[in-house]
């Protein structure tokens, strides 16, 4: 039980220590290789804000669909508002955290918390799935074929970057390590 709570206050923690400052203005960050590039802007000046890059994003990720399908997909995927999930889930982490923090741990107080997280996650998840439900039904067959199609090519990327990623930092079990100091 004490290993299962330190792995999850480990976890509630992580986001808050990966978190990494944007660059300054004008200031270009590494790419894959290594190399400069110019920091992604979108149509205002700002970031292209979310994991998929905005509109663009979209236009990449359902690029074999007719323009009505992506609009399909595009309203699905922003009908529902993350943050309310996220809101509901955080709270119960601070919650979780609070109950470990005490002087001395109530084990029903943590059990309460960790049903309510378990709860606003599974929400925010039944909810996601609704609207995709709702927008595949309103797809064509074309655009149901070209949407399986394109998240087959995605996934089969993604696959392709973490085994890059596992192939120079290793292998997929391993701790990403720093090089030794020069003696």
Known sequence: ?????????????LPAVAQMPPPPPGETMPGPD??????MRGPMGGH?????????????????????????????????DPRAGHM?????????????DGDRLD????????????????AAKVRRQAAMLGAFQQLSLADRRAFVADARAMRMRMDGRMAAWNARRGGPGEMMLPPPPPQ
């Open 34 to 39: 290594g190399a400069g590039r110019a920091p």
């Open 48 to 80: 292209m804000g979310g994991p998929m890059g905005g509109m663009r994003g979209m236009q990449r990720m359902f690029g074999s669909m007719s323009e009505a399908g992506r609009a399909t997909m595009t309203t699905a995927m922003r009908g529902t």
């Open 88 to 100: 509901a889930t955080k709270a119960a982490r601070d919650r979780m955290l609070a109950v470990l």
């Open 107 to 122: 084990p029903v107080a943590l059990k309460r918390a960790m049903d309510d997280e378990r709860e606003a996650a599974t």
């Open 1 to 13: 039980m004490k290993i299962a709570l330190t792995v999850f206050a480990l976890i509630a923690a």
